[in-house]
């Protein structure tokens, strides 16, 4: 679960990659740990991203293909399983 003072410093970042990762992540409740672990960086940077820092480039379409994936999906446990079977990644 997010933290109150976290989930308030995302719903205020202006619209960006990251903060939309943030955004849904949050919603379906995702945790950072997850997302690290598909897109291959650390939780420092999955928080930096979604509290408005920039998505570095080389991270940018797999950071995409997440918040595609969370959009779709209605629970965390869909959407781990659909991030698991883009990433190839065990369940």
Not at 2 to 7: E, G, L, N, Q
Not at 24 to 43: M, N
Request: hydrophobic fraction near 45%.
């Amino acid at each position: 679960m997010y933290h109150p003072k976290f989930i308030a410093q995302i719903k205020d970042q202006p619209l960006s990659l990251g903060s939309r990762l943030g955004k849904w992540a949050v919603v379906l409740d995702v945790p950072v740990v997850r997302i690290a672990h598909a897109v291959g960086s650390t939780r420092q940077s999955v928080y930096n991203w979604m509290k408005g820092g920039e998505v570095f480039v080389a991270y940018r379409p797999a950071v995409e293909r997440i918040v595609e994936i969370l959009q779709a999906s209605k629970t965390s446990e869909e959407a781990w399983s659909k991030i698991c079977k883009a990433f190839n990644l065990h369940h």
